[in-house]
């Protein structure tokens, strides 16, 4: 089993900055992919940006050269580094984990971070 907690999130002007933190426990071993995910007030949830166990990174088009996806050394940690904040950047956003298909298909949710991003 894994737990997955979001925290960085807050309200911000227009062109400031955040870092979510996406803080990893449990079963740690049994993780594969870590992205991070938003949905808008009135949206559907949508993909930001992915990283792989091998460090390989994506991005959603709307945020590439903003946002940096990343994880720390102790490899139970990602982060989401948010520059340039436009307010349609404003959602909760929530860290999500895939299993490795050795312990079974399946993902982990946190419990989300709202941002909001003021004009």
């Known amino acids: 089993q894994v737990q997955l907690v979001e925290s960085g999130g807050g309200l911000v002007q227009a062109g400031g900055s955040l870092r979510l933190s996406c803080a990893a426990s449990?079963?740690?071993?049994?993780?594969?992919?870590i992205g991070w995910y938003r949905q808008g007030p009135g949206k559907q949830r949508e993909l930001v940006a992915t990283?792989?166990?091998?460090?390989?990174?994506n991005y959603a088009d709307s945020v590439k050269g903003r946002f940096t996806i990343s994880r720390d050394n102790t490899k139970n940690t990602v982060y989401l580094q948010m520059n340039s904040l436009k307010p349609e950047d404003t959602a909760v956003y929530y860290c999500?984990?895939?299993?490795?298909?050795?312990?079974?298909?399946?993902?982990?949710w946190g419990q989300g971070t709202q941002v909001t991003v003021s004009s």
């Open positions: 999500n984990a895939k299993r490795l298909a050795f312990y079974g298909h399946g993902e982990y």
């Open positions: 449990g079963a740690t071993v049994s993780i594969g992919a």
């Open positions: 990283i792989g166990s091998g460090g390989s990174t």
